[in-house]
């Protein structure tokens, strides 16, 4: 993938993620805030709450239920919400017991403002305090406990050091967001990169498959070309006399069919497009017959082939499948062996899973092949052999099969000489 696309991807992907951690961190920063607040102020609301509703009862209140309206009233209050009365002149009651100062000082703070005498509780900053804050209106006989006439009234409550308790909670809040914010940039960064990292690998096998195509696909289509336009100069020439050019084209032709069979295997492997059809098999009966055209093969070739089962029970398998995996593994085998080699092919059952193995006394597979045998297009032989070449294919689907049954396969060597590959299927 070139840098520039990469990188785009890259800042795309970065960009998505920190603007969904703002928008998570957003929404839980005001969720909390919110439902803090809600909760800091419920004991000075209910306060308030509760002195209205003793006003009320007492039938203290101009719009009181209460039936008692008629008899001189004094009015009670609680000692966590402060009443602050006025007289029908709007003129703040005070208890003259108290000191000038403070006398002055609270008609300056509770001086009656008509935009104060709301049924609902509000906030108000007065003098550097926060108050909770309700009016409310008496009858008219209601007195306050010097006795003297009251018409209006403040209900309020100090929440100062509530609001002191908030605004230290909103810094924290802040805090903690920002402090998670630049980890959720540090996170978002490394999780861009990371994802796209399979996105580059995916590019790189597509890069590589495609160039391995084009090469393995070149070489057979020369051959072809070559032997067509040999025979185009010679017109008169006889099928007789162009036989071996014929004969090595079909060759090459088959060549290719098989290639492109097998590039369309692993194409539909990466996707949804090919689905396993398992249903029980017996095993026995099963790798008999994959096994008998190889054993009569093997004897003009001076190889043997060998079968050995031990499963008493049905398996249930994607037979098309499984066929093709052990053609594929009992194919190599024969491929890479000489004469006088020996093809063993087992099936046994270990710890609830059925055990395949094909192993050969050929030429073996070196430790570095055995790290890249299932990479696609791989071949220990550079040469390009066309007999024992292949395509570099076989094994790449041998592993899909494998995977797509959720199993395993392994490469081993076989002592004294050759390769075991082992199968391992859950049952």
């Known amino acids: 993938m070139p840098k520039v696309i990469n990188k785009q991807q890259q800042i795309r992907g970065f960009l998505l993620l920190i603007a969904s951690f703002f928008i998570i961190f957003s929404v839980l920063g005001s969720v909390i805030y919110l439902s803090y607040i809600r909760t800091v102020f419920q004991n000075s609301d209910n ?3 509760q002195q209205i509703k003793q006003f009320d009862l007492a039938g203290a209140l101009e719009h009181s239920s209460a039936t008692n309206k008629n008899t001189p009233l004094m009015l009670q ?6 009443v602050w009365t006025y007289n029908s002149q709007k003129k703040l009651l005070i208890d003259t017991r108290l000191p000038e100062s403070m006398q002055d000082m609270y008609r300056r703070q509770f001086k009656y403002r008509k935009e104060l005498m709301s049924p609902k509780i509000k906030m108000i900053l007065m003098d550097g305090n926060y108050y909770r804050i309700v009016g409310v209106k008496f009858i008219d006989n209601a007195t306050n406990n010097n006795g003297q006439p009251v018409k209006y009234g403040l209900i309020t409550v100090n929440v100062s ?4 308790n908030l605004n230290h909670f909103k810094r924290v809040l802040l805090w903690s967001i920002g402090i998670f914010g630049l980890l959720a940039i540090m996170i978002s960064y490394w999780i861009s990169i990371m994802n796209m990292k399979p996105i580059l690998k995916a590019w790189q096998q597509q890069q590589d498959f495609v160039n391995n195509a084009a090469h393995e696909l070149r070489t057979p289509m020369a051959v072809i070309q070559g032997k067509l336009e040999n025979m185009l100069m010679k017109p008169d020439s006889t ?3 162009q036989s071996n050019a014929i004969i090595l084209s079909l060759s090459e032709i088959r060549r290719l069919t098989s290639l492109t069979n097998n590039m369309l295997t692993l194409a539909k492997s990466g ?4 689905r396993l059809e398992k249903e029980g098999t017996n095993i026995s009966d099963f790798l008999s017959e994959i096994v008998s055209p190889y054993q009569e093969m093997a004897e003009f070739e001076a190889k043997k082939v060998l079968l050995s089962v031990e499963v008493d029970q049905q398996v249930f398998i994607d037979r ?3 066929h093709q ?5 009992i194919d190599n085998a024969m491929k890479y062996s000489d004469e006088d080699a020996v093809v063993a092919i087992s099936a046994t059952i270990e710890k609830k899973k059925l055990v395949l193995t094909v192993a050969d006394t050929g030429r073996g597979i070196s430790e570095e092949a055995k790290k890249h045998v299932f990479d696609r297009f791989y071949r220990e032989d550079k040469t390009g052999n066309r007999e024992t070449g292949g395509t570099g294919l076989g094994l790449s689907i041998a592993e899909w099969v494998v995977h797509a049954h959720n199993g395993k396969i392994i490469v081993l060597d076989n002592k004294p ?3 075991i590959f082992k199968v391992t299927l859950p049952l």
């Open 47 to 49: 306060a308030i709450k």
């Open 77 to 82: 209050t609680n000692t966590r919400a402060d």
């Open 161 to 164: 050091e509530t609001i002191n």
């Open 239 to 241: 099928v007789r006399e």
């Open 271 to 274: 996707s949804n497009m090919t």
């Open 320 to 322: 098309k499948r499984i």
């Open 325 to 329: 995996l052990m053609v594929l593994l």
């Open 417 to 419: 000489k050759g390769t």
